[in-house]
C-alpha cells in the first residue's frame, strides 16, 4: 500500500510554475456550456463541476482574535436527469458557545437556463434557503437551486467564518463526477503551524511559496498588558490547480471512498501569537491523550456515582457485564445519533435516550459502579475514513466505544447497537486503530478483527408430487447474526421478510419459524421448507446441489482497480445438503469436487459432493481468513472469484432409466 500513497503524492506535490488551466468563469454561464449534452471526458457522467474554487484566508477580529475564512465557489452543468441531486446542498458548522463558532456569509447562487435562444437567469432566493439544527452544536445550511433542471448551468458560492483556527476546512479536488476545473489556495501565516496532507491518485499541479501578511490586533504583552498595533508577518502561500479530475466512484468491498479521494487536509502543530510563547498542540498522541483526559471527556469517565443505587461492585466476570449492559439498554433508548463525546449524563439517564456517546459512557460508568476496569475506546468509523497516524488529530476521531479487561483479556462494545454484545461489534467500528483512553494507560488497539461470523445452512431435499422441495436450516454466528437481525427486522414485518426470501431463492416458502432474534447474543436461527416445480418424467432433471448462493456473480467486474478490497468481516461459511435421488432417475453427471486457494490460504473452497446408495451429499464450505486485499492482488482476486461463481453454478444432472 505504501508505493500506491507514494506515487500518489509525488503527483499531488510536484512543484511547478506557470499560468493556470484555461477554465470556466464564475457569475455567468456561456451558450456553448448551455449547449453541452456530454462531458467528453467521461460520457456516462450525470452532472460535470464545470469550476471548482476554494480560499482560505486568515483574519483578526477584535471581538474573536484569529479567525480563518472559507470561501467557495461552485458551477456545476447538468446533463442527465440523476444530476439534478447536485442541485441540493448543504453547509455542515458549529456553534459550540457563544465565544466559539462558525457562521456563513454571502450564500448566493443562481441557475442559468437557455430558452427561445436567450439565456435566462432565476436567484437562490431566501425562499430556498432552510437551516436545520442536528443537536446543539451542530447546525446544517441547506438550499436548493431554483429553476434546475436537465441541461441547466447552476453556480453558488459562500464564505464560511470560523474561530476554530485548528481545524481548518478541507478542500476536496475531486468528487463523485467529473471535476474540469479545480483551484485551492491558503495563506497561513507564520503564527500557525501547520501539517499540509495531500492524499489521492489524481494529478496536481502545486507549489508553496513565501508571502507577507498584515493584521491589527489587540493582545497582552509578558507583563499581562492590553496593547494594540498593526502587525506585519511572513505567510506561505500553497496553491494547486488540476484539470479533467475523474470522477471518484465507489468500487465494491471498500470501506469509504473518502480515504482515496484526492484532497488537501491541514492538521494545527503549534500556535505562537506575536510577542508570545509558542505552544504546542497535537503534535503527539500523547499530547493528545492528555488533552482529552483533562476535557470534560475525561471527566464524565468518573460517573459511576450515577449507578450507586443501582449497581454494587461484584464479581468481574464477562457475564455479570452482559447484565450491566442490558441494565443500561432498558435505561436509555438510542436516538439514532451518533458522537464522539457525551452531554449531560445525569440528564440523558434521567430522560432515558441519547446519542451513541451518551449511551456507552453510561455504560463504562455502570461497570465501574460494579468494580470493573472499563473505559473509554474513540476511533475514526470505517465511513469516516482511517485516522491520519503519522500527523495526530483529536478532531479525525467521531466515535466512542466502551472498552473492557478483565484478567488479561479485553472485550469491546458498543452500547447503542441493539443487537451488539461484548466483542460484537457493528462493522462501522471494526478499523484498525483506536484509542483506548485510561489514566496512564492510552494505546492503541486493532478491532477489525474483534468480530467474526459464521453461516451454517443445512438441508434436506427431495421430490414430491412434481415438486422440489426442501427442509432448510439457517444458523448464524457473530457478525453474521448482528447483520441478519438488523436486516430481518428492517421489513415491515415476518411476512414481509418471508417474501423477500422467497424471491431471492425463487422458491415458495412455508414453515417459516425464526429463533433467537431478540436476544443480542444469541445465533439466529431460521428453518423453513421451501419448493420449486419439478418436471418429474422428463429425461433429465437439472439441480443445483446448492441450497443458496453467497455469491451469485463476480463482484470484481473492474479491468483493474486503484483501491485495496476490504471485506466486511472474517467469515466461516458452511452447507451440508442431502438430495434424495427420486424413483427412476440415476445420477447422470456431477460437479466435480474441488479445493481453491487463493494465495496462502487468504480465501479457501472445499467443495465435495458425491453419492450414496439414493442420496446425494453435498459439502460447501467458503472461508475467508484475511480482510484487506491490495490493488496488486485483484487480478488473482478476479480471478478466483470468477472460479467460485463458476463453481457455484455447476449442476447434477439426473437421467430418467427405463423400469423394464
Known sequence: MKKYITVALMLCLCIVSGTSYAQSKYGNATADELNMTVYPQDTTAS???????GDIRFVYNDLYGFQFEYSLQVKIKILKTEGLDWCNQQIVYTESSRSMKEQINGLSGTTYNLENGNI?????SKEFITDEDIDNKIKVKKFTMPAAKVGSVVEYKYTLVSDFYYDLRDFSFQESIPVAYTYFEAKLPEYFKYNINYQGYASLKSEREPSNETFHIRYKDDDGRLQTGTVRCTAEMIKSEGKDIPALKKEAYLWTVNDYITKVSFELKSVQMPYSLTKNMSNSWENIDNDILSSSFGGNMKKADLFKDVIAKGETTLERAKEIQDIVKQKVKWNDKRAASPGNLKDILKNGIGNTADMNFLLLNALQAGGFDAFPVILSTRDNGRLPISHPSVTAFNYVITGLRIDTLMYFTDASAKYG?????????????????????????????????????TAQFSFVDSKYRGKVSDIRKGSSAYNIKNYYYNHKSKEDYIESLAKRLNCEIDSFNASGFDESAAPAKIEFTQTTDASLGDDFLYINPMVDKL?????FKEENRVF???????????????INIPSGYVVDEMPQPAKMVLNDGDITLTYRIGQTENLIKLFYQYQ????????DEYEHLKNFFAKVIAKNSEQVVLKKVDDK
Open 564 to 578: 485495496p478490497v476490504q471485506f466486511d468481516y472474517l467469515l466461516n461459511y458452511l452447507q451440508v445438503v442431502d
Open 47 to 53: 452532472a460535470v463541476i464545470l469550476l471548482k474554487k
Open 421 to 457: 454484545d461484548w466483542n460484537l461489534l457493528p462493522e462501522k467500528c471494526m478499523v484498525p486503530q483506536a484509542r483506548i483512553i485510561k489514566q496512564n494507560g492510552c494505546r492503541w488497539v486493532n478491532l477489525s478483527l474483534a468480530t467474526n461470523g459464521t453461516i451454517l445452512k
Open 624 to 631: 475467508l481468513k484475511k480482510l484487506t486485499f491490495l490493488p
Open 120 to 124: 435566462v437567469k432565476a436567484k437562490l
Open 551 to 555: 455469491f451469485t456473480e463476480n463482484p
